[in-house]
């Protein structure tokens, strides 16, 4: 009897011991020493075949100076001569899209017009001037749906406005990578009214603004009322910008100086058409 209970009991320890390691070799996988998963994940990512090395293309040199159409906008909505609505500047977004163009950012702009240079043939820089809200609210999500970049010139002095975007607004377009920013001065006064110290104010300000609180070095400016004049010129270098803008009416080169490029206005109620034919140059 006592030899039967035994027997039984020594079963019983057997099961036990092989129901454990059942279980604890099901459960194993959750509990891998740090080592162990580190390999595991190492095998893993052996596995996978290497993500390609994008090799960055290099820009064609142009043979003629080259010509760059400068778009300006300003509010994305109704009323005015300034403001373009919203199913225009969609039309002209499609546009672009359609016909493979390039949107600058202010840096390859500037990478542009100082090695005379392109990525390919068709480019263009979208400029919006002002920070309406409505670059926000009506304009970016075009930009987005397209995937095409525009530069937005900020009058640092009317961040707090209503109708003007704000700061973290502005840090938020930025984050989406369609949008840049670059200085419209502190006030929006006209420049070639202003003494030097004054107009240097308003350059270095708005300049230190948008560095601080968007962690860039802004590089471009762009005159309100494309007003500037030689000390402009001057103090616009003198403050560390690359280039500056104005509102004259043309296509830009860097003929008409570093700090004077021209610009394309977009008008409410221009046509598809003519905005084709606005922006297009032969940059051989
Ligand atoms: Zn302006």
Redesign the pocket.
Known sequence: MKKKWGLLGGCLVLIALLGGGFWWSQSRPTTLSRPARHNRIKQQAVSTPPAKTVKATPWIKLKQPLQLPILMY?SISSGNQLRVPKHQFVSEMAYLKQHHYRTFTTAEAIRALTTNTVPQKKVVWITL??AYKDNLTNGLPVLEKYNLHATI?V?TGFTHKRNHLSLAQMKRMKATGHVDFAS?TVQ?LNLDELTATQQKQELVNSKHWLDTHLDQRTQML?Y??GRANATTHRLAKQSGYQLALTTQEGVATLKQGRYNLSRLRVTPGMTTATFADLITVTNR
């Open positions: 300003h001037d002002d010139n009058i419209h929006h762009c309100p009322a």
